[in-house]
């Protein structure tokens, strides 16, 4: 009898809630010579983003034939990028059988995370998966937002800080090689060296502030730009970066 039988556990695991931060593809056709081309050019833009990330496919935009739909072809191009095919987003029937076909998980679409955020808070636009009238206005006018988590030590190469809820405050430098994820906004009191990525269950409202801009990627809400691109503007300087009509800007602090 092994050591851990005899230590008082009863069964091999437990099933636990998990907050995962997933890139979906939003597949608008397919070709096989054309998808590798064009996720060879993604690749290259930010090679250290792609390697080894999970990645769903988002047919919710979809337009080509179910025929030419190869789960197959897809899985094998993505693995051979070092990049793992895990599911498939919404989809017809038709879709939806194929990627079960592939062993593909299958996910719904059209949550309320991923529709255009407005202004208001994100904890109440959760809220509005229920109906109105089930929710007492008391208990939304009395709602506490999520807890920031705040880190006061420098955020090491190899190191990724997670904060799955509300915003993520780091009062100390972000260095290269590091990786910082917020469900809210990001701020970084100090030099931002390595990747921060906002807003990663979709709110387009969430932004990224830092004391120095010197970063190897920045995300919002899955648009992103990289080290080259943010060269162009800010660099080096304390920066809010937000996203207007789908593209990140970067504006001067001083001008905010």
């Known amino acids: 009898m092994s050591d851990t039988a005899t230590s008082g556990v009863k069964q091999s695991f437990q099933l636990k809630s998990a907050n995962v931060s997933l890139t979906a593809l939003e597949l608008y ?16 833009q930010a090679p250290g983003f792609f ?15 179910d025929s030419e739909l190869d789960f197959f072809k ?49 904890p109440e636009a959760a809220a509005e998966e229920a109906p109105v009238a089930e929710t007492p206005a008391a208990a939304l006018s009395t709602a506490e937002p999520a807890p920031a988590r705040i880190i006061s030590q420098p955020v090491r190469s190899g190191q990724q800080v997670y904060a799955p809820e509300g915003d993520l405050i780091i009062l100390a430098p972000v260095q290269a090689g590091a990786e910082v994820l917020a469900a809210g906004n990001i701020h970084v009191y100090g030099p931002l060296r390595g990747r921060a990525l ?36 800010g660099w080096k300087s304390a920066v809010q970066i937000q996203l207007r009509d789908d593209l990140l800007v970067v504006t001067p602090l001083d001008k905010a």
């Open 74 to 122: 897809i899985i094998g191009t993505c693995r051979r990028h070092n990049i793992h095919v895990i599911g498939v987003r919404a989809g017809n029937e038709d879709q939806r059988r194929l990627a079960r076909g592939a062993s593909l998980a299958l996910l719904p679409g059209g949550t309320v995370r991923e529709k255009p955020q407005t202004a208001a808070p994100e």
């Open 198 to 233: 906002a807003g990663i269950h979709g709110a387009e409202s969430a932004r990224v502030f830092c004391q120095s801009l010197e970063a190897e990627l920045v995300s919002i809400a899955g648009h992103y730009k990289i080290s080259e691109d943010l060269q162009d503007n």
């Open 51 to 65: 390697k080894d990330i999970p990645l769903i496919i988002s047919l919710e935009k979809y337009e080509g034939l």
């Open 29 to 44: 056709y397919f070709d096989n010579d054309e998808f590798e081309a064009n996720l060879r050019d993604k690749i290259s």
